[in-house]
């Protein structure tokens, strides 16, 4: 992972906020003024938001794939966000300076770390970060050393764990930490949104004229693009992908948007237990937005690899999929190993071979494309891909 140095520093005042020119090829970040906090705000409690929205479908996904705690983790999923946004209302509300962005977004990161939210990496839906955990069950990479008020909060919740308390805690991880800020700035009609890079998701907030602030949720510090292209201490950057926009990287994510991409992730949990609903889902991702390279990928993916999909057209459809997975993102060597196997499941062994060679160049996958195998039965659909 690239070393970062010299990152530009967040000064807290109105006017002094780290921001970036989207498609400006790498030009230094400027200090632009902040878009003033709104001086009238909804009511606690009243409005509905985004993330809400997700709870609901990932509670009727869960009760059709027969999930018997569906009902009572969504009840307690839908507690959980009340009662942090609340308190992200009275917090905000209290501020000496509502108009400073960057303090805002610190007394946001303050309330979860004081709810016992912790970074680990992955977390795979929203309901898995709003419902409590044992702290010691983050399968992932887990980390509470970024701010002070995390440090703290830890280190209490060690000690709670060691008296014998049994605490709870929320796990999240950069896109789910996300949707919660998408969700105060709902509350708060302030102008904060998600984006991404590939394998990261942050905030954006716009301050007019194609001036942002960037923020990520799992380090609780501003970086501007040019930063999230070499990479930060969560992410692995991405210079290629930052000088093309078509894909919707680097972009603030409509409410649409983010139900698309949360459709990629309900089509990762459903895929291993009932593949057709899985499928339904990376389709609808795809119409909400024709951009959503993963979702090409992912449903490309399945109808390559998946033993119940087994007829010439699924695998000319894969082909499709895949090609268009890796015209949006030339520069991922995953899309090119997903292009290989829907090849093979379309029997065009000499361009399946071809394509793995300037992939990963598994000697296991070579072999089979030697032999006339595709790839379903060999592998496995997993929701990481």
């Keep these: 992972m690239t070393t970062r140095t010299g990152l530009y520093t967040i000064i807290p005042l109105v006017a002094s906020l780290v921001v970036g020119v989207p498609g400006c090829g790498g030009a230094t970040p400027r200090p632009l003024p902040v878009s003033p906090v709104p001086a009238t705000r909804p009511t606690s409690g009243i409005q509905a938001t985004t993330v809400h929205k997700l709870l609901h479908r990932e509670r009727d996904l869960a009760l059709e794939l027969g999930d018997a705690s569906a009902e009572a983790r969504y009840i307690e ?3 959980t966000l009340d009662k942090v946004l609340e308190r992200i209302e009275v917090k905000v509300s209290a501020m000496q300076e509502p108009h400073d962005a960057t303090g805002l977004l610190n007394t946001i990161d303050n309330v979860l770390a004081e709810e016992d939210f912790v970074l680990c990496i992955k977390t795979d839906l929203v309901t898995d970060m709003l419902v409590g955990s044992d702290p010691g069950a983050c399968k992932g990479w887990r980390s509470s050393e970024h701010t002070q008020q995390r440090a703290a909060n830890w280190r209490r919740i060690m000690t709670e764990a060691s ?12 896109d789910l930490g996300s949707l919660i800020f998408v969700a105060a700035g709902e509350r708060l009609g302030l102008p904060i949104q998600m984006a991404e890079i590939p394998d990261h998701a942050y905030i954006r907030w716009s301050l007019g004229s194609e001036r942002f602030l960037n923020w990520d949720v799992n380090t609780a510090r501003s970086y501007s693009d040019a930063d999230f292209a070499e990479g930060t201490p969560t992410s692995s950057g991405c210079r290629e992908c930052r000088r093309q926009h078509d894909d919707g990287l680097f972009m603030p994510m409509s409410p649409s948007d983010v139900e698309s991409y949360h459709d990629v992730l309900l089509g990762n949990s459903a895929q291993t237990r009932n593949p057709h609903r899985a499928e339904a889902l990376f389709r609808e991702s795809l119409r909400l937005r024709p951009v959503g390279a993963l979702a090409a990928n992912n449903l490309a993916w399945l109808l ?3 033993p119940g999909y087994l007829s010439t057209e699924v695998g000319l459809e894969s082909v499709t999929l895949a090609q ?6 030339p520069w991922d060597v ?6 290989s196997c829907a090849l093979a499941a379309a029997r065009r062994w000499p361009e399946a071979r ?3 060679l300037s992939a990963y ?9 030697r032999d006339g195998i595709d790839c379903r039965g060999f592998e496995s659909l997993k929701p990481t891909r």
């Design 77 to 79: 999923s839908l507690a």
């Design 163 to 174: 008296e014998g308390k049994h605490p709870r805690v929320h796990f999240f991880d950069c």
């Design 304 to 306: 390559a690899v998946s």
């Design 324 to 329: 268009r997975a890796v015209a949006l993102r």
């Design 334 to 339: 995953e899309s090119r190993d997903t292009l």
């Design 354 to 356: 071809e394509v793995e």
């Design 361 to 369: 160049a598994k000697a296991s996958r070579l072999d089979r494309i």
